[in-house]
Each structure stands twice: as C-alpha cells, then as structure tokens.
Nanobody, 123 residues
Framework: VQLQASGGGLVQAGGSLRLSCVSA????????VGWFRQAPGKEREFVGA????????HYSESVKGRFTVSRDRSANIVYLQMDNLALEDTALYYC?????????????????WGQGTLVTVSS
C-alpha cells in the first residue's frame, strides 16, 4: 500500500483545511487509517484514526472536537477535516494504514506511510 497525503497549505488561525489520503496502488479499504503530525523539533504524534468501515474513530486530546477523520471506502480516500485551527497545529501531517482493521494511537501499529503534507497556521 503506497499512500499519498495532500491538501496542506497556509491558513489563518481559526480557519479550516481538509486533508486527503489516497492509495496509489492498492486499496486500503480493509485497513484502519491514522493521521499523525510532526512539528519542527518535535516527535511525530498521533492525531486521529478511523476503523476499516468508518464505524469507529478516536482522536488525541489536543484535536478532539476540532478535527474529524472520515473515509469514502468506494473511492479509497480518507479525510482529515481540521476546523478552528490553532498556531500549534502547524506541522507536517502524515497518513498511515494500519496492519489491521482497527487500530490505536501507536505508531508501531501502522505499516504503510505516505509522505507528509505541510500545514502552516498563521496568526
């Protein structure tokens, strides 16, 4: 599974962006998919994840209530809707497909990673 994240850009604080994650070669419709981010000088951290069928989602405390992960299995796309963005959301955002249909916040649960897409939030 080769993933590609897109949709990043420059946005003002309080604004919104929607990131997309697609698989270039194989479907990931039976895999859980997670979003992670890495700010300059910091460790990569979990943002949110969705189960294979979209029936279960979970988020980090820092984004809960502002970010939403969803998926369109027929189109093989996973989205990260980011609302009410804050300066501390600035980071390189990655999507990753898990080894199983349900997953957690641990990076080791994810086997397939895409390249990141940069989100910059300005004041």
């Amino acid at each position: 599974v080769q993933l590609q994240a897109s949709g990043g850009g420059l946005v003002q604080a309080g604004g919104s962006l929607r990131l997309s994650c697609v698989s270039a070669r194989r479907t990931f419709s039976n895999n859980a998919v997670g979003w992670f981010r890495q700010a300059p000088g910091k460790e990569r951290e979990f943002v949110g994840a969705i189960s294979w069928n979209g029936g279960s989602t979970h988020y980090s405390e820092s984004v809960k209530g502002r970010f939403t992960v969803s998926r369109d299995r027929s189109a093989n796309i996973v989205y990260l809707q980011m609302d009410n963005l804050a300066l501390e959301d600035t980071a390189l955002y990655y999507c990753a497909a898990a080894r199983s249909s349900y997953s957690d916040s641990s990076r080791s649960s994810y086997a397939y990673w895409g390249q990141g897409t940069l989100v910059t939030v300005s004041s």
